[in-house]
C-alpha cells in the first residue's frame, strides 16, 4: 500500500463484511449523495487504486462504494478466484444499484462476469480503465513467464472447466459482453504503451461488444493510468 493510496481510503466510511472465508474490507465516500458508483480493482490491486477516480466521483455528486477483493488490500488472506471475486461483486452490486461501475485490469473481467450472471442488473454505464480479452490467452502469457509446461497447462484448463462448467474458450471478454441488455452504453480507456495488458486486448473486447466506444491515449502506464489528468478529464466529460 503506498502512502497516498492510504489517505483516500482513510477518508472513506469503512466496514468490514463477511464473505464465505474472508472478512472484506469495504470503503464508502460521498454518503448520501443520490447517484451512486461503484469501483473493481483489478488482480493484485486494491480500493486505494481508485484514489483520484474517487475524489472525482464525490465531487460529480457521487456516493462512491468499493471493496478489496478477497485475499487483495485490506481484506483477509487467503486462496481465492475470478470467480469468487464474481461472486462478491455481484453481491455488491445488487445491494448498491450503482449508476455506473468504472472497473480496472481484471476487474473488467469479473464486471463483464457480473452482467453476465445477473440479469436484472441495470447500470447506465460501464468504464473500462483497461481490459483483458482472452483466459486462455493469459494462462498462456502466464505459462511462458514461469516456464510451466504443456501437460501442466492441460490439467489446469481441465481443472477450471470441472470446476466451473465453463468451456475455457468461452471465458473470454467477447462471450461476456456480446449481448448485454442491462447495460446501456460503456467506454473503454487504454493507453498504447500499457506494458501490462497490450492495447490489442480492448481492441478485440470493442469490436464485438455493442454500444462501446474505445479511446485509446499515449505513455501511460498499467497503474498510472488511473491517476492521469487526462483520463480524470475523459471520465468527468463522460459523467457530467
Known sequence: MRDFEDEILNKSEQKTISFGAFQIQTYL?????????????????????????????????FEVFAADAPGHGYSSRGDTSMFEYIDLVNQIATQEQPEIIISHSFGSVVTAGVFRRNLDLKVKDW????TPHNFRERIMDVSKALNVTH????????LIETSTGEQIDDLNMSEFTKDLPHLEKALIIHSKHDKILPIETSRKVH?????????????????????AEEVLDIIKNRIS
Open 29 to 61: 465516500w460521498g454518503i448520501g449523495n443520490e447517484r451512486k458508483a461503484i469501483c473493481v480493482h483489478g488482480w493484485e490491486g486494491q480500493a486505494g487504486n481508485f484514489g483520484a477516480i474517487v475524489n472525482l466521483l464525490v465531487d460529480q455528486g
Open 151 to 158: 501437460r501442466t497447462v492441460d490439467r489446469l484448463v481441465n
Open 207 to 227: 469490436e464485438t461488444m455493442p454500444n462501446s466506444e474505445l479511446i485509446e491515449l499515449e505513455n501511460l502506464g498499467h497503474y498510472k493510468i488511473l491517476w
Open 127 to 130: 468504464i473500462m480503465v483497461t
